[in-house]
């Protein structure tokens, strides 16, 4: 967990026992919307989503985790109630650690304080961008999504960059189009070879991350 990195196992070991592991099956509600924040989550496998609704009860999908990822810790930090929901997008395994601890531990440690203020940043600045391109055109808008999960989610191998093949669905919350929309936009990328689906793996490949940046101009 890239929280972590670099921490001497004596440091660890005292972490892993006051975790505890749980299994969520796919579609099931792991952190709930202005609940109190008693633990911080720790995604060990499989694939969640944060998510929040619009004034008009429509579902708007802020963020896709994935393995080795934090989750919850705004409401640890602040002392408030959780802000968004955390649903698992596929069968997920997750550690909760408990708040207290979680802010001591950042206390005793800068380092992992200032990654973990690292990655809040990031995850900000991707939002911020995500809504500078809500008047865009809807191709540069699926393809943001694609960069965004390349960027974050993405393994790289000799084909390219590989993110995961998401829902439809879940891709046009990220982006806000329907999801006809995004079926029929990847589908034409697909055509230009700007991507590759391989659906036994179930994961998007992305050749060339250039050509698909050329989109957003």
């Known amino acids: 967990m890239p929280l972590f990195e670099g921490l001497a196992p004596e440091l660890l070991e005292p972490l892993s026992r006051i975790m505890t592991v749980r299994s969520h ?42 393995p080795g990822e934090v989750v919850g810790e705004m409401a640890a930090l602040d002392e408030a109630p959780r802000s968004t929901d955390v649903i698992a997008l596929t069968p997920a395994k997750v550690a909760l650690m408990p708040a207290k601890s979680f802010i001591e531990f950042l206390e005793s440690d800068s380092a992992c304080g200032v990654r973990l203020a690292q990655l809040i940043s990031r995850r900000l600045r991707q939002i911020n961008r995500r809504l500078q391109l809500r008047e865009a055109g809807s191709t540069a808008r699926v393809a943001d999504v694609l960069l965004f999960l390349a960027e974050f989610r993405g393994h ?62």
């Open 156 to 217: 790289v191998s000799r084909a390219g960059v590989e993110v995961p093949n998401l829902p439809h669905r879940e891709l046009g919350s990220l982006s806000g189009l329907a999801r006809e929309t995004v079926t029929r936009i990847l589908g034409k990328l697909e055509q230009k070879g700007l991507i590759q689906r391989d659906r036994d793996r179930d994961i998007v490949c992305i050749p060339n991350m250039d050509s698909l940046e050329d989109l957003l101009l």
């Open 25 to 66: 099956p796919a579609n099931q509600t792991i952190i709930l919307q202005n609940d109190w924040g008693n633990s911080v989550y720790f995604v060990m496998a499989g694939w969640v989503k944060v998510r929040t609704f619009n004034l008009d009860g429509k579902e708007v999908t802020l963020n896709i985790l994935g």
